[in-house]
């Protein structure tokens, strides 16, 4: 046959890497060993070549101890022959033994039958650096020998190293060969003249003559100091490998052909939380690991079977991934041990790379966000989006994004998710002067417990947000917001987490003033194209009171209206009367992002009616806000929609006539049906949603996720026989629908175990909101009862005194009227009138507290000097006999023209300085503000009278309140409530400070842009 090359053999056996590792004997090349990859490119690593180097050398040092060993064993059976033979030809054997002598690289020293050497080769003399003629007839073979390993290795009992014929190859042979020819080779250190050692491995053979008589022995010892250095030098590889196993970061594992536990290092300890040190591993049965370690595992079968799969194919394995159920990931590496063939073992690897497998998460998360932004065009995409990509690391389970309003200079919460509608109220917006708004200025993230980041603070935090963190958001330097994140799950956020939230805030600032710009280029060119633009569509353009500004002419044409009646007509006109209440509340719904279409008819002016769609948009117009309204004629598709309709009648009655979604979910494969009013339900089309299980959990509200388990859970288990859960189920608008959900298995696995599933989701929102407004209205019940005692307890107390003293007065002029004098009973009078007027006050304080918190009151705000409303009302006070000059006003304005409704402010401020004289001493000290802070318009009220217990502080605006320091004084607890009713209908707020027998400041804050004019 041909022959064929050595590329054709590997090319034949799909061979297409090979690696190469020479065997090595004492320095000298023997052979070599070769690794093969089989049908893929193998690119060796260098732990791989470093771990296969080692095993060559292993291998080398094995194969040349073998050849020594034979070596050893030949010469021996030469000598044997050698022996036998000489009996027969004593001259042939004398001249073979020279030859052999002389030239063997052995040692050999023959004794006559007395012990004393009589031939000594010349490879013994170089060797051992003695010269034959010292030691024939002269010496015995204890020259060489250390005394103290005779002692260890013989059982000769009178060894006397000073006797220079105690020991030789004599004693040797009678104790050991006995009836034999040859002793057993034994291992010894000769030493040489100059002092030095060598290892030998020593046969010591008699010389009988014919007669069978003694006539000496013969020792032949081989030179084994090599191999000795050899087998230290493997001994030390080997330790030295086992101690690189031992202190490898990862976790490494041997096994034997048994599968059994023949190495194993602290880090597979660490890795799999075995508590016990490597060595007591050392035995243990792998398959019975591994089935003790699969409860660690998602998929625990998998985890088996994977490994039996990879112990069979004998492939080397390279970064085979698994996942724990602690959320960790492993990576693994396998090298099956292989020598010609026959399986040694097998070397497995394993590392824990979550953290390389989070930052290759949070790269794409970043990724994608960047491409999102670039593409985004609205502010609160934006902000939705990158919100979305916080939520999408593990740790976060809510977000709060702020923005500075441009105009109040306040932080404002624009988007959140995962925070309860309790919390936001709360955290809806922070002023300059709150502590919140200081550490978002101070333009450094900030991580840790709420109470560690701010201090001295009375709000309640959700006990299930654990870590806090604020990252500021930046734009050019300047900070225009930040970015707050919370965990339900972490103590602590890890450094990688931290790293891509900051990473991901960095990306808002620009991309936010990006929009803005497009934005305002945008609302540019729309001003300008908007009338010129010659769609079909109804346009409407609003001011922010819902007035038309202007409309396109295809309203002028087809509603039958000139441009002059519909300029300046309120939108709602244009829509059927008998819907423009639902038409209100349907774009309410929509400019606040609820919503996105309005199905209202407009209402042409000859009573006509055409069926639309309307979108509404906030925008500008002349630089104003304006509100853009586009209509869209659907009558044709209206038609349209009504012959499809009654084609798929008996289809949709039969699936959903009940108006309920239908789902059908296979539990084995985990694929869920979903019907067309399933997903129209929460707001989606047909295609928006996948046929998963993933996706219905994904919908449903993470507060309710687990109690909807626990219900499949009873059902499946035959703790119920229907299946019934209500809970909430996020809508594509970003809202939340209570869903109720009703199911029941229809097939079962030859275990009994439930296979399908089949349900209905039914929308009880409506049914929930009534709920809701149904306990508010029960809160609101209580809450008005308790007013309702608390104005009974004031009103008695309040109204007995004055009451008594009219009904003794009154008792007196009937019966003493004619001995009175017209002074007498004028005076009797005017004190029946005061008392009156008392009683009236009490009642219109009562009434007007009442219509200001009804919204009843009229607001009408108009530019006042409020200097001189100040002025005007402390000179009143100053006249009067009890202040007589003690109230002091201070101010930096000359005038201050601010839009107020003068009669509240009168009001406020009266009743403040009223406080003030009424809880003071005889010696009231009334000092008065008015000046700007924090740009804010202050006015301040400080008194030095009784103060308000601090127990009492917090209920100090509740209607009918009074302090337990203040029963004795004359009022009715209606005062500050007024003041702070009053001041926040001016967009303002009240504040105080107060300590017991020192006195109270109270303070009214208004917001800069109630001032119009000042000097």
């Given at each position: 046959p041909e022959a064929i090359s050595e590329k054709e053999i590997l090319q034949a056996q799909d061979i297409v890497s090979i690696l190469v590792i020479p065997l090595l004997s004492a320095g000298s090349l023997i052979g070599f060993l070769g690794f093969d990859s089989v049908g893929k490119t193998k690119d060796w690593q260098n732990e791989d070549i470093l771990l296969?180097?080692?095993?060559?050398?292993?291998?080398?040092?094995?194969?040349?101890?073998?050849?020594?060993?034979?070596?050893?064993?030949?010469?021996?059976?030469?000598?044997?022959?050698?022996?036998?033979?000489?009996?027969?030809?004593?001259?042939?054997?004398?001249?073979?033994n020279r030859i052999i002598v002389d030239n063997a690289d052995i040692i050999i020293i023959s004794t006559d039958q007395n012990g004393i050497i009589k031939s000594f080769n010349p490879f013994a003399a170089k060797m051992l650096g003695y010269e034959a003629f010292e030691l024939i007839d002269k010496q015995t073979p204890l020259i060489f020998f250390d005394p103290s390993e005779i002692k260890n290795k013989t059982n000769y009992p009178s060894f006397d190293e000073n006797h220079e014929h105690a020991f030789d190859f004599r004693i040797l042979a009678s104790q050991s060969l006995k009836d034999q020819k040859i002793i057993e080779e034994n291992e010894w250190t000769y030493i040489c003249k100059n002092g030095r050692r060598i290892k030998v491995l020593l046969s010591v053979s008699k010389l009988d003559d014919e007669m069978g008589n003694t006539l000496g022995f013969v020792g032949v010892a081989i030179d084994i100091t090599d191999r000795k250095l050899a087998e230290e030098a493997l001994k030390t590889i080997t330790q030295n490998l086992t101690i690189l196993i031992q202190n490898l970061q990862a976790g490494t594992l041997f096994e034997n052909s048994e599968r059994k536990i023949t190495l194993v290092n602290q880090s597979f300890c660490t890795l799999f939380g075995i508590n016990l040190p490597p060595d007591a591993l050392v035995g243990?049965?792998?398959?019975?690991?591994?089935?003790?370690?699969?409860?660690?595992?998602?998929?625990?079968?998998?985890?088996?079977?994977?490994?039996?799969?990879?112990?069979?194919?004998?492939?080397?394995?390279?970064?085979?991934?698994?996942?724990?159920?602690?959320?960790?990931?492993?990576?693994?590496?396998?090298?099956?041990?292989?020598?010609?063939?026959?399986?040694?073992?097998?070397?497995?690897?394993?590392?824990?790379?979550?953290?390389?497998?989070?930052?290759?998460?949070?790269?794409?998360?970043?990724?994608?966000?960047?491409?999102?932004?670039?593409?985004?065009?609205?502010?609160?995409?934006?902000?939705?989006?990158?919100?979305?990509?916080?939520?999408?690391?593990?740790?976060?389970?809510?977000?709060?994004?702020?923005?500075i309003n441009q105009q109040s200079a306040e932080l404002e919460l624009v988007v959140h998710e995962g925070l309860p509608d309790e919390f936001v109220?709360?955290?809806?917006?922070?002023?300059?002067?709150?502590?919140?708004?200081?550490?978002?200025?101070?333009?450094?993230?900030?991580?840790?417990?709420?109470?560690?980041?701010?201090?001295?603070t009375n709000m309640v935090i959700p006990e299930s947000l654990r870590q806090i963190g604020v990252i500021p958001i930046k734009y050019e330097g300047k900070i225009i917001g930040a970015v707050n994140v919370a965990s339900r799950s972490s103590e602590r956020l890890n450094f990688t987490t931290k790293i891509s939230l900051e990473i991901i805030a960095a990306q808002i600032g620009g991309t936010l003033a990006r929009i803005s710009t497009e934005n305002a280029l945008k609302l540019s060119q729309r001003n300008f194209q908007l009338m010129f633009d010659t769609i079909d569509d109804f346009m409407f353009i609003l001011n922010a009171e819902g007035k038309i500004i202007k409309t396109n002419p295809v309203v002028q044409r087809r509603l039958g209206y000139t441009p002059d009646e519909l300029c300046g007509m309120s939108v709602l006109e244009v829509h059927p009367p008998a819907r423009r209440e639902e038409a209100a509340h349907i774009v309410g719904e929509m400019l606040a992002g609820r919503l996105d279409i309005c199905p209202v008819p407009l209402y042409k002016k000859n009573g006509e009616i055409i069926p639309v769609e309307t979108k509404v948009v906030f925008g500008k117009w002349d630089g104003n806000n304006a509100i853009y309204g586009i209509s869209r004629d659907i009558s044709e598709r209206l038609k349209a929609e009504e012959t499809l309709r009654k084609s798929e009648e008996r289809w949709l009655f039969a699936l959903e006539g009940s108006g309920d979604g239908v789902w059908d979910w296979d539990i084995l494969t985990g694929e869920v049906f979903f019907s067309k009013q399933w997903k129209a339900m929460l707001g989606y089309s047909v295609s928006e949603i996948d046929n998963t299980l993933e996706e219905w959990k994904s919908h449903i509200h993470p507060d309710d996720l687990q109690i909807w388990l626990a219900a499949l859970n009873k059902h499946f288990t035959g703790e119920t026989e229907v299946y019934v859960n209500e809970h909430r189920m996020l809508c594509k608008d970003g809202n939340y629908k209570w869903i109720l959900d009703r199911g029941k298995v229809v097939e079962w696995t030859v275990d009994h175990e439930p296979s399908r599933i089949i349900g209905t989701h039914t929308d009880i929102t409506p049914r929930k909101l009534f709920e809701e407004q149904l306990r508010k209205a029960i809160d609101k019940e209580k809450e008005l009862n308790d007013l309702k005692s608390r104005f009974v307890a004031t009103a008695s107390h309040e109204f007995r005194t004055p009451l008594a003293s009219i009904l003794m007065v009154s008792e007196t002029l009937i019966a003493y009227q004619k001995k009175m004098d017209e002074i007498q009973i004028s005076t009797r009078l005017m004190k029946i009138k005061e008392h009156v007027l008392h009683l009236t006050n009490i009642v219109n304080d009562v009434l007007h507290l009442s219509r200001i918190q009804e919204g009843k009151i009229g607001f009408n705000p108009n530019d006042e000097d409020l200097l001189k409303i100040c002025l005007k009302i402390i000179d009143g006070f100053n006249s009067t006999i009890m202040v007589k000059g003690q109230i002091t006003f201070k101010t930096p304005f000359k005038t201050l023209i601010v839009k107020v409704d003068s009669r509240l402010i009168t009001q406020a401020i009266n009743n403040l300085i009223s406080n003030a004289i009424k809880y003071s001493s005889e010696h009231p000290q009334i000092a008065i503000e008015l000046k700007l802070k924090n740009d804010e318009l202050i006015l301040s009220v400080q008194d030095n009278g009784i103060g308000i217990p601090e127990k009492d502080q917090k209920h100090l605006f509740t209607p009918f309140f009074r302090a337990g320091n203040a029963s004795t004084i004359q009022g009715n607890g209606l005062g500050l409530s007024i003041v702070k009713e009053s001041v926040q209908m001016h967009g303002g707020t009240v504040s105080f400070k107060s300590k017991p027998a020192i006195g109270s400041t109270f303070t009214l804050h208004f917001p800069i842009g109630v001032i119009s004019d000042y000097s």
């Open positions: 296969l180097t080692m095993v060559g050398e292993i291998l080398g040092s094995g194969f040349g101890r073998m050849k020594y060993e034979e070596d050893l064993i030949r010469i021996n059976t030469q000598l044997e022959l050698k022996v036998e033979e000489r009996t027969r030809d004593i001259r042939k054997l004398l001249e073979l243990f049965d792998c398959a019975a690991a591994s089935e003790g370690s699969k409860h660690m595992m998602k998929n625990p079968d998998q985890f088996i079977e994977r490994i039996l799969e990879i112990i069979s194919r004998r492939e080397i394995v390279i970064s085979d991934e698994l996942y724990l159920k602690d959320g960790r990931v492993f990576e693994r590496d396998y090298i099956p041990i292989l020598l010609n063939d026959d399986l040694l073992g097998h070397l497995w690897q394993y590392r824990d790379i979550t953290d390389r497998k989070v930052n290759e998460r949070f790269s794409i998360i970043q990724r994608d966000l960047g491409f999102s932004l670039a593409a985004t065009t609205t502010i609160e995409e934006a902000l939705s989006q990158v919100m979305q990509s916080m939520m999408q690391i593990e740790e976060i389970n809510a977000v709060g994004v702020y923005l109220q709360m955290v809806q917006r922070y002023k300059q002067d709150q502590a919140q708004y200081k550490i978002v200025q101070n333009g450094e993230p900030v991580y840790g417990f709420y109470n560690e980041i701010v201090e001295n």
